[in-house]
């Protein structure tokens, strides 16, 4: 099980990680919070979620696969005990909560497809991605 990240390590990337979501997505950056929805919020399409990930590749010099997000939402699960038929399942609702725990519980909407998990990602989502693809990388020798 991956290393729980912490709030302290978020607020290390999240001014970075403001600014590219603000850059790439034409928003103020004050609009650009922890825990806003970067879709219902600050109009984002999935193609910008691709520009910002690529944007944030590049700032912080670390890969993030694509699906990165979904994976690691998934956590232990297998694919088959995340979601069924496109539906996530209770097990995979209870993983996802616990991984978007920055997402109010309101959000979570019941039945969830797995093609609208993006609607709940907030900035803070894509901290998470950035730690998570930092701790992966290998160390610079």
Same mark, same amino acid.
């Given at each position: 099980?991956?290393?729980?990240?912490?709030?302290?390590?978020?607020?290390?990337?999240?001014?970075?990680? @403001?600014?590219?979501?603000?850059?790439?997505?034409?928003?103020?950056?004050?609009?650009? !919070?922890?825990?806003?929805?970067?879709?219902?919020?600050?109009?984002?399409?999935?193609?910008?979620?691709?520009?910002?990930?690529?944007?944030?590749? !590049?700032?912080?010099?670390?890969?993030?696969?694509?699906? &990165?997000?979904?994976?690691?939402? !998934?956590? =232990?699960?297998?694919?088959?005990?995340?979601?069924?038929?496109?539906?996530?399942?209770?097990?995979?609702?209870?993983?996802?909560? /616990?991984?978007?725990?920055?997402?109010? @519980?309101?959000?979570?909407?019941?039945?969830? &497809?797995?093609?609208?998990?993006?609607?709940?990602?907030?900035?803070? =989502?894509?901290? &998470?991605?950035?730690?998570?693809?930092?701790?992966? /990388?290998?160390?610079? /020798?």
């Amino acid at each position: 099980m991956a290393a729980e990240i912490t709030q302290e390590q978020i607020m290390e990337v999240f001014p970075t990680v @403001a600014d590219t979501v603000a850059d790439a997505l034409g928003c103020d950056l004050a609009d650009v !919070r922890l825990d806003v929805s970067l879709i219902e919020d600050l109009d984002a399409e999935s193609i910008d979620f691709l520009d910002m990930v690529f944007r944030l590749e !590049r700032a912080f010099k670390v890969k993030i696969p694509r699906g &990165k997000v979904i994976e690691n939402a !998934r956590g =232990t699960l297998s694919e088959a005990e995340f979601e069924h038929k496109g539906i996530v399942t209770d097990a995979g609702m209870t993983q996802l909560r /616990a991984y978007l725990s920055e997402v109010p @519980a309101e959000r979570f909407k019941m039945p969830m &497809k797995v093609k609208d998990i993006p609607r709940l990602f907030t900035p803070e =989502t894509f901290c &998470k991605l950035v730690i998570s693809a930092q701790r992966e /990388a290998p160390a610079a /020798a």
